[in-house]
Structure formats: C-alpha cells, structure tokens
C-alpha cells in the first residue's frame, strides 16, 4: 500500500478515474438507491472546487498503484468564522478494512489541521455505513449533531396542502410576495439574498462547537459558478416584503440531470422577525407546485434536518417525507485524536443527549 498526497485541483485524469470508480463503491454503500456518479459529473465536481474552500487530500493505493483504495481529506472555508475547525473525511473501501489504514490516514489529517491552525475536526457518518460510527467512538469522537435524512415518494405526497398553504399564507402575509430565479442570483438581489439565508444560523447545531456562517458576495457567486460548471441546476424562491423590499425567507432545491428523479432540498429558512406568518409553509408550498409542473421526471425529494429541529420535521412529515436514513455529525478536539494515534486510546465516547 502507498499512501500519497492527492491534490483534487490538480489531478491528473488518471487519478480522477480512480477516484470515480471508488466514490461509486462508497457512495452504493451509503446511498443503494442512488446511480453512479458518471466519470465526467465527478471532474466536474473535483476540477470546480471554490477557490476559497481549502481542501488538502490523500489517497491509499494499492501495492501496484492501480486501485484507490482508501481517500482521505481535511476541508474548510477561508472566512472570518469557524476558524478553529476543519471538516474531515476518511473512507476505506469495505475488503480493505481493520487493516489500519484509517489510522494511518488520520495521522496526515491531523497534522494537516495542526499546520493550519486549526483544533476541532468535524467528521460525519451516515446510518446506512455503520463502520464510520465504530471508527468515530474508537478514536473518542463525541457526537455532535444527529440528523434525519427524510424522503418525499411524490405519490406520497399530500397535494391538497400545496394550494391551502398558499391561500393561508396570502391571508395572513398580505404583505408579501414570493420572488423565484434559477441559478446565479440577480446582481439586486445579493445583499438581500445574503441577509435571508442567515435564518439557517437558527438551524439547531447540537453541541457542535460552531459559530455562524457570513458569506460574502464573492464566496457566493464562487459557489454558484462551481454549482453551474458541476451541472447542478438550483431553484431559489423567496419571500418579499413588499413595503420595504427585505426578504424574509426562502427555500432552495437542487437537481442535476444525471439523477434526473432525484431533488434535493436545501435549505428553507425564516428571519425571525417574520415568524409566524406561514411563510415557511407557502414558501414549501409554492416550490412544490412548480417541481410538479416543470420537473415531471423527478419522484423523490430528499432532504436533511437535524433530529431536534422539530418546526422543520413537522412542515416535511404534514407533507409526507418520511425517514430515509441518519446522519451524525462528530467532532474531537487534537489532542485527543493525538492520544489516540500514540497508543492511549480513549473509550468510546457517549452520544449527546
């Protein structure tokens, strides 16, 4: 086995490839419903990455350097917050595990972090691979954050909600209307675009020690133009104060045409002064009507939401999403993932209430 740096930015097609074909493996593990990333779709994704996420990367190939097969990387974004914390990955395809490999990864990742300034490492793991979760406790993680992965089968779905939140919504919120582009957000719209999606800093974050995220106008349009050149189309709909022009909330969904049943939703969020006027439900609504009407194609609608984020779990349970999976959100401190590689290893940690 040869473990090496792997450089995403600058990989050579040879080591995309590779990439590709292990990423299907791992993803067939955590997401069995799902296609394969085409080869294409995944340089796409690697060769778009926003310049200012910074990504430092290994892989473990096997004694001939043909197969990938463990990838590892530390990542976070160069902004004015988190910069305690990185996130982490490490995934080993399954006939190559308990072998120490992960361990051996760790080591990079964790002197990566060092050199950066960093000491939180966020790692996440899913239900449906339940090796990360084992791999998380041995090396004393403490969870973070649980999430519910739900699922919308669209024959599930509770149609006659669709126009009776929109006319409860226009009933209370006379005040308002709803705004919709596609992709790239309006050059007059950005300042009052940025304002509203910080309603996601009142997403519930567990006991992950993390503080919220403020993006500027040039990190926003580096994640569109990745969005684009990726293939990924993104709706985004919001809600207009009509006096005054301020957005009060929005919703944002996701689809690319390589899992063309497939939507994903984003984020939908409400500022706290327009609470309680139905705005989350019309926002909800109102996309739902347009997926139905333009995107024919697409029968499922998956979404993420923490466990204890009960006013969102509610909307998306009254509209049929049901549980798919689970995600959990891990964080260690250096030192103690140190301990660990040095010999001391810690007991498995508790789950946070």
């Known amino acids: 086995m ?64 043909s197969q990938l097969i463990a990838y590892a990387n530390i990542h976070f974004e160069q902004a004015d917050h988190n910069r305690h914390a990185i996130e982490f990955e490490i995934e080993v395809l399954p006939e190559y595990r308990r072998r120490g490999i992960a361990r051996m990864l760790l080591r990079n990742l964790v002197d990566a972090t060092v050199r950066e300034g960093r000491r939180l490492m966020i790692g996440l793991t899913v239900s449906s691979a339940p090796a990360g979760e084992l791999f998380m406790r041995r090396i004393g993680a403490t969870m973070g954050l649980p999430m519910r992965i739900s699922q919308l089968d669209l024959r599930d779905l509770n149609r006659d909600l669709i126009p009776l939140w929109q006319e409860r919504a226009r009933e209370r919120a006379t005040g308002y209307e709803i705004l919709l582009w596609t992709g790239r957000t309006p050059e007059e719209y950005i300042d009052e675009y940025l304002k509203v999606v910080e309603a996601m800093n009142r997403a519930p974050l567990g006991v992950l020690q993390l503080e919220d995220q403020h993006w500027t106008p040039e990190q926003l349009r580096q994640w569109e133009d990745a969005e684009r050149a990726r293939g990924s189309e993104r709706w985004t709909m919001v809600a207009r104060e009509k006096a005054t022009g301020a957005f009060a909330g929005f919703t944002e969904v996701s689809w690319h045409p390589n899992r063309p049943e497939l939507l994903r939703q984003a984020g939908t969020g409400v500022l706290e002064p327009y609470q309680n006027l139905g705005l989350g439900r019309w926002l909800k609504a109102a996309m739902l009507e347009k997926v139905l009407r333009e995107r024919p194609q697409v029968k499922r609608i998956r979404t993420g939401n923490a466990t204890v984020n009960e006013p969102m779990l509610k909307i998306n349970i009254e509209l049929g999403f049901k549980p798919y999976q689970s995600e959990y959100f891990w964080q260690i401190e250096v030192p103690k993932v140190r301990a660990y590689l040095e010999g001391s290893e810690t007991p498995a940690a508790a789950p946070a209430n």
């Open 2 to 65: 040869q473990i090496q740096p792997f450089d995403p930015r600058h990989a050579t097609d040879r080591e995309i490839a590779a990439l590709n074909t292990f990423r299907n493996v791992m993803r067939l593990e955590r997401s069995p419903d799902d296609p394969p990333m085409p080869l294409e779709e995944e340089t796409q994704r690697i060769r778009n990455t926003p310049a200012f996420v910074v990504l430092r990367a290994w892989g473990a190939w096997n004694d001939d350097g």
